[in-house]
């Protein structure tokens, strides 16, 4: 376990440097000026600026020295666009967002895994059928539709929920439903084959032939198994969640990190972008191995074939 | 098509089992219709639409007519038009983005499950590294590097060609946003294709190719790639939805198509702009965007069914 752990914990740092090295070159390749709003100033001026920033080095040294300053100073330099440090920027809208994609995931485990468990229970009888239509439906149908959409039907005709804004315990309630819909549909989907898989094995046929009743079955001998795919998407899901996020904290004015993320790539920010990318990356990284690890309590198989892989 | 299939006396196909298979399956066999039918709409029966982008400002807001079916939007535009257009892009983004994906999927899947041992070993930890990057972030840092150059390229291929300025424009928009999709897409394909090199190469003909001397880049390009070709193929029409779901992100967060080029995301976008009295134009770009996805999805799924191809778990 602990090999297995200290190998995933490696791969992380690899990917984040890995999503570094990416964003890093590809922020540089963007033709254009970051400071294109200051009009009129001398080229001197320019430079100075630039050299404030610490632009004028050479690329290599650069690309060097903000990992350099993260892991020494804790700093993910400077937002050359708002003209304050990329960690405030983080610090002041990540818990927003936090708060969005863990009510969503609420909603996505609440809504999908309920669903997906009937589903499987009734295999093939109308409610399979019509819950795998909405699942699909829930799939297809994207939050920049479903979000407007409960703006004007269901915002504007219930007291105290606010069309958009963010302030009050309730106005995290219709964001965090948009967004959790589509995990809600995916997670719905996986439940549901991963119980029928399980639901066919053998010792599922001793336990009914042992006069087990069928709900015991489902929960005691059925659940912890049929639900491995479902707890394994976690990590992706709170991934799809974070990148889902962009549009729905857009839609309902959320001050989250999407719409940092959006103006840092259009304004040629390139230390809010390698800042905001790099958080992304590591919030991923985490959950993804928070996702693995509890697929191991789960699942006993796991953690003896999970180290080497 | 079934009635074919029994009056033959010889043995069936993987492929003609698939598509019996294919056939009994009612969802995806509707979904195939639906498909059919939305390519009829956008890229022929388009053709026979009034201008999308003409505008008409007395007409603006127009309820649905013999002339504009479904009305009209803010600037007057003919809104059937609109999406017609608007699927056009939608769907070549799918599909494009897919092909560029399965292109390098293959090639890369392919060379990594035929070489084994420590190349495979490394060249799938790369694979495992780049799928731990959050897909949506390298997109939207590719496509914002490389639309940049779509002007440039615009400005070349206009001197040096002397095509028409507006419509090279509209071509070099969108081409980014193929490639920012299509090579980031792949990783997943690469996967599969991969666990599928590895059980065909164990397979006799591949040894009798090794034994008749013939070259590893041969036996892998002529003998190996095509049988796995099918299956990837088929595999790969789930990716289509999921990539044009990126798209209309990408345009709805103002990133991705421009005008005058238009595409589901476009429209949906801004369609949400005047929800409060005209909802059709949000409504029915969304009707068309889900109803094409959801057809693409269960199409996948029943082909994936169908040939029984088994996602790769490394």
């Not at chain 2, 299956?231 to 967060?253: C, D, N």
Request: net charge neutral; aromatic share 10%.
């Amino acid at each position: 376990m602990l090999r297995f752990l200290i190998g995933r914990v490696l791969q992380g740092f690899l990917v984040l440097f890995a999503l570094y090295t990416i964003t890093f070159f590809l922020a540089k390749a963007m033709p254009g000026e970051p400071f294109t709003s200051e009009k009129n100033i001398s080229a001197e001026t320019k430079a100075n600026i630039r050299k404030l920033y610490g632009l004028d080095k050479p690329i290599w040294e650069q690309y060097i020295v903000y990992p350099k300053n993260i892991i020494t100073e804790g700093s993910f330099g400077i937002s050359t666009s708002k003209g304050r440090p990329v960690i405030d920027i983080i610090a002041q809208s990540f818990p927003n967002s936090l708060m969005l994609g863990l009510c969503a995931l609420g909603f996505a485990i609440g809504i999908g895994v309920p669903i997906g468990i009937l589903s499987a229970v009734r295999k093939n009888s109308w409610i399979d059928w019509s819950c795998m239509a909405v699942a699909m439906i829930g799939i297809c149908i994207p939050s920049f539709t479903i979000g407007p959409l409960l703006q004007i039907y269901v915002a504007a005709h219930i007291p105290g929920l606010k069309v958009a804004g963010w302030g009050n315990w309730e106005d995290i309630l219709l964001p965090a439903f948009t967004l959790g819909l589509v995990s809600a549909a995916y997670l719905a989907r996986l439940t549901r084959g991963g119980i029928l898989e399980v639901l066919s094995q053998d010792f599922v046929r001793t336990a009914h032939a042992k006069g087990v009743s069928p709900t015991q079955v489902i929960l005691k001998h059925t659940l912890r198994g049929g639900l491995l795919p479902a707890v394994a998407y976690l990590g992706p899901a709170f991934a799809a969640l974070i990148s889902g996020s962009f549009i729905v904290e857009t839609i309902f004015q959320v001050p989250g990190m999407g719409q940092h993320f959006v103006n840092a790539a259009t304004t040629r920010d390139e230390f809010l972008l390698l800042g905001l990318s790099l958080f992304f990356g590591l919030l991923i990284v985490v959950m993804n191995l928070l996702a693995d690890l509890l697929t191991g309590l789960l699942d006993p198989r796991m953690r003896q074939s999970g180290g080497t892989d | 098509m079934t009635n074919q299939d029994q009056a033959n006396p010889q043995g069936s196909s993987l492929w003609k089992d698939a598509r019996a298979r294919m056939a009994k399956n009612r969802f995806a066999m509707g979904g195939l219709w639906i498909i059919i039918l939305m390519f009829s709409l956008c890229f022929i029966f388009a053709w026979f639409c009034t201008d999308p982008n003409q505008v008409n400002l007395i007409n603006k807001f127009a309820s649905p007519s013999l002339d504009h079916w479904f009305g009209t939007d803010a600037l007057g535009r003919d809104l059937f038009a609109r999406i017609l257009y608007g699927g056009q892009v939608s769907i070549l983004v799918g599909l494009i983005a897919t092909a560029v994906s399965v292109a390098i999927g293959i090639v890369y899947g392919a060379v990594s499950g035929f070489a084994g041992g420590r190349t495979d070993a490394i060249m799938m930890r790369v694979v495992d590294t780049l799928l731990a990057i959050p897909f949506l972030v390298l997109v939207i840092v590719l496509q914002a590097t490389l639309s940049d150059w779509s002007g440039d390229a615009t400005r070349w291929i206009v001197e040096n060609f002397k095509w028409d300025k507006e419509f090279t424009g509209r071509l070099t928009n969108v081409i980014p946003l193929f490639f920012a999709l299509g090579l980031l897409g792949w990783l997943t394909l690469s996967r599969i294709v991969r666990a599928q090199v590895m059980s065909i190469k164990e397979r006799e003909f591949v040894e009798a190719a090794v034994a008749l001397g013939y070259g590893k880049a041969r036996i892998l390009f002529r003998h190996i790639i095509p049988n796995v070709l099918g299956p990837t193929v088929v595999y790969s029409t789930l990716t289509v939805p999921g990539f044009i779901m990126y798209e209309a992100i990408l345009s709805f967060l103002g990133l991705g198509v421009e005008s005058p080029n238009s595409s589901w995301g476009v429209l949906i976008k801004e369609g949400s702009n005047f929800l409060e009295t005209e909802v059709q134009l949000l409504l029915l770009p969304g009707l068309f965007f889900s109803l094409t996805l959801f057809s693409l999805n269960f199409l996948g799924d029943g082909l994936r069914d169908a040939l029984d191809v088994k996602a790769a778990k490394d």
